[in-house]
Each structure stands twice: as C-alpha cells, then as structure tokens.
C-alpha cells in the first residue's frame, strides 16, 4: 500500500501544474477570434473557468467519500459501473497519459531547441526521451521529493504570468479594451459560446490530483481545497493575462498574433528588446511543470486498477524501499518514450479524444449513482448538486459533441477501438480473478 506522504501544496501544484500548460501561450488569439470583442475575450476566460468549478465541487464529493489512487476509474466503479470503470482507464492509458507525456516531452525540446539549434531530429527525440526518465527517476525514488520538485516547479511557471500581468496592467492603454462591436454575422451568444469552447482545453487537468488521492494526508480536507482552488487560481490567472495582453495591444493585432504573450510584450519598455526570450524561458518552466505532474500522477490509475486484478498484476506492485508504484512508473514511462520515437501515434491517438471526454463525463454523473450507495460518506458535500452535476455532465458533453461534430470518424473508430480491445481484456481478467479466488 501506498503512503499518504503529501499534504495540501503539492496537490495544489499538481492540479495547477497539470493546467497550466504552452496552450496558454496561443489560445489568447483563438479565443479572441472567437468572441469577436475584448470585453467579450475576458468574458469567455471568465465563464470558461467558472463552469470548471462545479465540475471540482463534483469530484471533491465523490474523492472525499473514496479517497483512493485511481481518479475517475474509481468512482464509475463505485457507481456500479465496473467495465465502464474499466475502459475509462484502459482509455486513458493507451490514448491520453503517456501519450500526453510523449506530447510534452517533444514540446518541451522544441522550446530548448531554440537555444541548441543541434538538438534536431533523432537527437531530439533522444533528449525528449532522457528528460522523460531524468523526471521519472525522481518520483521512482519519492514521492514527497516529487511532491517537492512539482511544488518548486509550479511556482516557478506561475511567476512568469504574474511579471506579465502586473507590467501588462501598468503600460496597457485603456482604449484596446473597449468594444469595437461585433464583426459583421457573429451573435452575442454565439460570440461568447465559442470564446467559451475556445477556452475549454486550457482548464483541463485539474483533477490529476485524484490520481493520488490515497497518498494525500487529510484527504478530507486537502482535496477539496486543491480542486476548487486550483479552478480558481488558474481562472484568475488566464483572466488576467487576456486582460494584460488585450489592453498592451490593438484587438485587430491580438487575433492575427500566433504567439501573442510574445508580442504583447513587446508593447512594454523593459520587455521590448527581449520578449521572445522571455516567453521561450516561460514556455520551458511551464512544459516542464505540466510534464513533471504527468509522470508523477499518472501511473497511479493503471496501479488502482491492477490492485482490483483489472490490469496487468505487476501494476500493483510497491517498492518496499521508496513505496512508490514503481512497475506502474516504469511502464508508463516507456510507452511515453516509445511514443515518442513514433510521432504517428500520435495522429492516430487523437482518435480517442472523443471517447476520453465521454469518459469525464460518465465521471460528474457518477454522483447520482454514488449518491444512492451505503458506503458512500463524503466529508465533502457539493452544494445544489443535482445543479453542479447537470452543468459538469453537460459542459463536458457539449465540448464532446463539438469534437465530433469536428471529426465524427474518427470519433467512432475511437470508440470501436476502445470497446473491441477493452471489453475482452475486461472479462479475461475478470475471469482470471473468479478462478484465482475459488
């Protein structure tokens, strides 16, 4: 068994850590094109972060009342919902977490290429691999100096944004804020819709914490306040930003702009001369950030569900000596560096996104089923929420039906692929259980 080792600031800096992510550094200008104003930008950051926190005050409950590793595996599976528990994490294992390691990896060297211009093609690729295992050696070895590590980390890419806003609030011009009015055939609402939808990748993450929920101290206490919390910083945070960024430059300027934290600082004496420098530098702190908790978090999914006899066994192994889940660490880490040596997986991963947003969702609806369970006693209680639960499921459906509506295809290979590998895997190991326990 693992230990509860981490106490309230590295679950925050996971929650943030994993959030915050070089998505930040464009989606200004994609979600500026999409609102059509200034007024309507901040609005769509704003909204688009309020909805997350229904989705936190959701999970918080059902985290409190089963505060195991394992995240939204292990609350469909306390629904009543086992094979959907399980796909949910065979899902995410073979689509989403170590290939969103490989992602990062491959992001992270593009940014220091910038400074090595050797570190191209295979040695690229080489070097994406040895900082995947450089992190992975960390928390193979502790989970309170991982903890530590992504603690320090996180800080660290949050002060970039925090130099950014308060220069952006000092030279900005209050007229780059003012509505021009609507480009000609966008709505209000529709305007502000798609600045919302625009926004609703750069708040995802936050429930990475629940991975460790069974190595948090207090998780009673501790996990509601790194789920809400972390909804609210990183709200204030792109809130800001978009503020600073929209008030430093022309509206016009911003929506052209494909790297507008960059060119906004441009607008700023002290930052003209070296902007780009500064946001390569920022870029690195927040990729490494958003790797680190990836690597630390991840693997506790897959060692949740070997310890139910739903994976491969050695999953669930612990060391005896750093007690971390160090097969479960291992594998995922070499999955990650084999992706990254074929970036056409990638491609072909993309095909499950769909899948992967239907799956958060089958998580906010969970409540309802946990709700009516003799086990089920959470320290942590959603306020009104069939509410919160109602607008959780449907931010998370409408942002998959958008998916779909995007590439339909796709979306339906991925879920074939998903159910045709996931369902005999299920049963063979259910089977293997039934006959080891007779």
């Known amino acids: 068994m693992l230990r509860r080792q981490l106490g309230l600031w590295p679950a925050l800096a996971i929650a943030v850590g994993t959030t915050i992510g070089s998505g930040i550094f464009v989606t200004t200008s994609q979600v500026a094109s999409a609102s059509g104003t200034p007024l309507f930008t901040i609005i769509a950051w704003l909204i688009g972060g309020l909805i997350c926190i229904p989705q936190m005050m959701v999970t918080a409950e059902m985290a409190t009342a089963y505060p195991e590793d394992g995240s939204g595996y292990v609350y469909i599976k306390h629904a009543g919902f086992e094979p959907l528990a399980f796909l949910y994490g065979w899902a995410f294992f073979w689509a989403l977490d170590p290939p969103s390691i490989s992602i990062l990896a491959l992001a992270l060297v593009d940014y220091v290429a910038l400074f090595v211009p050797a570190i191209t093609g295979l040695w ?7 900082i995947v295992l450089l992190l992975a050696s960390i928390h193979y070895r502790s989970v309170k100096m991982g903890g530590l590590f992504q603690t320090i980390i996180t800080i660290a890419k949050v002060l970039p944004f925090v130099l950014v ?9 209050p007229s780059n804020l003012s509505s021009t009015g609507l480009p000609a055939g966008m709505t209000i609402l529709g305007s502000l819709l798609a600045g919302i939808s625009a926004t609703t990748w750069s708040y995802t993450g936050m429930t990475n914490v629940c991975y460790m929920s069974g190595e948090l101290k207090e998780p009673h206490k501790t996990l509601p306040r790194a789920l809400i919390g972390s ?22 300027e911003v929506v052209k702009s494909s790297a507008p934290i960059a060119d906004c600082l441009k607008y700023i004496p002290v930052f003209s001369n070296f902007a780009s420098l500064f946001v390569d530098l920022a870029a690195i702190l927040v990729i490494l950030g958003s790797l680190n908790s990836c690597i630390m978090a991840q693997p506790r999914l897959e060692y949740a569900m070997a310890k139910d006899n739903l994976f491969f066994k050695p999953f669930a192994h612990v060391n005896a000596k750093y007690e971390t889940p160090d097969v479960s660490l291992l594998m995922q880490v070499a999955y990650a560096i084999l992706v990254v040596f074929a970036t056409n997986l990638i491609t072909l991963l993309g095909y499950l996104t769909i899948v992967l947003l ?6 906010y609806m969970s409540i309802y089923f946990c709700r009516k369970k003799e086990d089920y006693h959470p320290t942590y209680k959603c306020p009104a929420w069939p509410l919160m639960m109602v607008i959780a499921l449907a931010s998370t459906l409408w942002l998959a039906w958008a998916t779909f509506k995007w590439a339909p295809l796709q979306g339906a290979i991925g879920a074939l692929i998903v159910v045709a590998t996931g369902l005999p895997a299920y049963y063979m190991w259910k089977r293997e259980s039934a006959i080891k326990s007779v």
């Open 124 to 130: 690229a690729k080489l070097f994406a691999a040895l």
């Open 165 to 173: 806003i308060g220069a952006g609030f000092i030279f900005m011009k």
């Open 231 to 252: 909804a609210i910083i990183v709200t204030a945070i792109y809130v800001l930003v978009s503020t600073a960024v929209l008030g430093l430059m022309p509206f016009s």
């Open 358 to 363: 239907l799956a958060n969702g089958l998580v």
